[in-house]
């Protein structure tokens, strides 16, 4: 194939040749049919190859990589190494712990409400137009609490944990926030859109899970 | 959606955070989401499925150890895939399964690729798996992971050149395979 282009074809279907070097592909290829067609050839794999989708695994994975990195099972916070060793004291436990009830006790209250299988309160007859849906207030109002106590804690613990986790973390809090606020805006306008209604307690789910983690984080020696 | 990006960039940031404070559970919500982009790279590296599964394992534990040094420079996941693709091209090396030096294979799997002309055609992935390693590895890194020839050469010790020749014979052979 020396007489033909060989290498320079994959740098020429590239676009990796310029002046006397593109010239003179250009060149070969307007009187070579059979470089033309590698040309076209190797340009179908290309765009084969970049249009590939991953497969997951054919198993789960994880079993074998929490074993190996010591993951209990169920467990949310495993010492690594000794600088990483969880340090909470007994009163962060206690608050964590009240917190924590308050949580569950919310998710199960949203539950009910938001998946509509219980009864709205009687109470709040005549909310204000600006006035989110009285289920989606009331479930607001729930992880409101409980987000309260575990922002609490965090602040609390501030000084105490590692600066650039904290930073990450307020960064993160901060997007999901303005999620938040997204969805209660959308819910105004389309109170009863399940869409609207799973996304925002989804939200709140993850900023209550980020900062029930948080609190928990091990001390910085 | 822009919102459940937006807020999906932000809990994969915390969750890199968490996990690099210890958080398990923050570290398998990690996997959860890289799992299959880490596997089909390691898989098509290797060109074996059963290797792939414990390779992608070791990148994950070697991602856990070393997630205190990443610093949120690049992306989590283009953090994790350069990482994948090193633990890749060590395994192969350290375990001495490539019995083959990368400039030295094999012409027999060149004259199979042969023979595979008008036979019936294979899928892109089963052709990959069946190209030589060294010209496989810089096919994936190439044109499916993106790399450029630099950069092949900096992962996997060879020069520009080496790239770039192997990159185009595995092109050729998969023309080949493919019955294009």
Redesign the interface.
């Given at each position: 194939m020396d007489e033909h282009l060989?290498?320079r074809?994959?740098?020429y279907v590239d676009g990796a040749l310029d002046g006397e070097a593109l010239a003179a592909a250009e060149a070969h290829l307007a009187g070579c049919a059979e470089c033309r067609a590698?040309a076209q050839?190797?340009r179908?794999?290309?765009g084969?190859?970049?249009a590939?989708d991953?497969?997951?695994?054919?198993?789960d994975?994880?079993p074998?990589?929490?074993e190996?990195?010591g993951?209990a099972r169920g467990?949310?916070?495993?010492?690594?190494a000794p600088r990483?060793r969880?340090v909470v004291s007994l009163p962060q436990l206690i608050a964590a712990g009240v917190a924590l009830a308050l949580f569950s006790a919310s998710l199960a209250g949203t539950a009910v409400h938001l998946l509509g299988r219980g009864t709205a309160p009687a109470a709040v007859a005549a909310a204000p137009e600006t006035a989110l849906p009285l289920h989606v207030a009331t479930a607001a109002s729930s992880y409101d609490a409980a987000i309260d106590e575990l922002e609490g804690i965090l602040a609390a613990r501030h000084s105490e944990l590692?600066s650039?986790?904290i930073r990450?973390?307020e960064?993160?809090l901060?997007?999901?926030d303005?999620?938040i606020a997204?969805?209660r805006a959308a819910l105004l306008r389309d109170p009863n859109n399940p869409y609207l209604n799973g996304?925002l307690r989804s939200?709140l789910d993850?900023k209550l899970d980020?900062l029930r983690?948080?609190a928990l984080?091990?001390r910085v020696s | 959606m822009r919102?459940?990006s937006?807020?999906g960039?932000?809990?994969e940031?915390?969750d890199?955070?968490?996990a690099?404070?210890?958080?398990?559970?923050?570290?398998?919500r990690l996997?959860?989401r890289h799992?299959?982009?880490t596997?089909?790279l390691v898989?098509r590296m290797l060109g074996a499925?059963a290797d792939?599964?414990e390779v992608?394992?070791d990148v994950?534990?070697r991602a856990?150890?070393k997630l205190g040094t990443f610093r949120?420079e690049a992306a989590f996941g283009t953090w994790l895939h350069r990482l994948a693709v090193n633990v890749a091209l060590n395994w192969r090396k350290s375990a001495a399964r490539s019995r083959r030096r990368f400039d030295e294979e094999t012409p027999t799997e060149v004259l199979a690729g042969r023979q595979d002309r008008g036979a019936e055609r294979m899928d892109?992935?089963e052709a990959i798996r069946r190209l030589p390693p060294g010209a496989r590895q810089v096919?994936v890194l190439h044109?499916?992971e993106g790399f450029r020839h630099e950069e092949i050469a900096g992962l996997m010790g060879v020069t520009e050149g080496t790239s770039?020749?192997q990159?185009?014979r595995a092109?050729?052979l998969?023309?080949g395979y493919?019955g294009?």
């Amino acid at each position: 194939m020396d007489e033909h282009l060989g290498e320079r074809l994959s740098a020429y279907v590239d676009g990796a040749l310029d002046g006397e070097a593109l010239a003179a592909a250009e060149a070969h290829l307007a009187g070579c049919a059979e470089c033309r067609a590698a040309a076209q050839d190797l340009r179908r794999v290309v765009g084969l190859a970049r249009a590939l989708d991953d497969r997951p695994p054919s198993r789960d994975l994880w079993p074998g990589i929490a074993e190996r990195i010591g993951a209990a099972r169920g467990a949310g916070v495993v010492p690594l190494a000794p600088r990483r060793r969880l340090v909470v004291s007994l009163p962060q436990l206690i608050a964590a712990g009240v917190a924590l009830a308050l949580f569950s006790a919310s998710l199960a209250g949203t539950a009910v409400h938001l998946l509509g299988r219980g009864t709205a309160p009687a109470a709040v007859a005549a909310a204000p137009e600006t006035a989110l849906p009285l289920h989606v207030a009331t479930a607001a109002s729930s992880y409101d609490a409980a987000i309260d106590e575990l922002e609490g804690i965090l602040a609390a613990r501030h000084s105490e944990l590692d600066s650039t986790t904290i930073r990450t973390v307020e960064a993160s809090l901060r997007v999901i926030d303005q999620a938040i606020a997204q969805a209660r805006a959308a819910l105004l306008r389309d109170p009863n859109n399940p869409y609207l209604n799973g996304h925002l307690r989804s939200t709140l789910d993850r900023k209550l899970d980020l900062l029930r983690r948080a609190a928990l984080l091990p001390r910085v020696s | 959606m822009r919102i459940e990006s937006a807020a999906g960039d932000a809990s994969e940031a915390a969750d890199v955070a968490l996990a690099a404070a210890g958080d398990s559970q923050a570290f398998e919500r990690l996997y959860r989401r890289h799992a299959a982009r880490t596997h089909s790279l390691v898989r098509r590296m290797l060109g074996a499925e059963a290797d792939a599964d414990e390779v992608t394992q070791d990148v994950f534990v070697r991602a856990w150890e070393k997630l205190g040094t990443f610093r949120g420079e690049a992306a989590f996941g283009t953090w994790l895939h350069r990482l994948a693709v090193n633990v890749a091209l060590n395994w192969r090396k350290s375990a001495a399964r490539s019995r083959r030096r990368f400039d030295e294979e094999t012409p027999t799997e060149v004259l199979a690729g042969r023979q595979d002309r008008g036979a019936e055609r294979m899928d892109l992935e089963e052709a990959i798996r069946r190209l030589p390693p060294g010209a496989r590895q810089v096919f994936v890194l190439h044109d499916v992971e993106g790399f450029r020839h630099e950069e092949i050469a900096g992962l996997m010790g060879v020069t520009e050149g080496t790239s770039k020749a192997q990159l185009h014979r595995a092109r050729m052979l998969l023309r080949g395979y493919l019955g294009s």
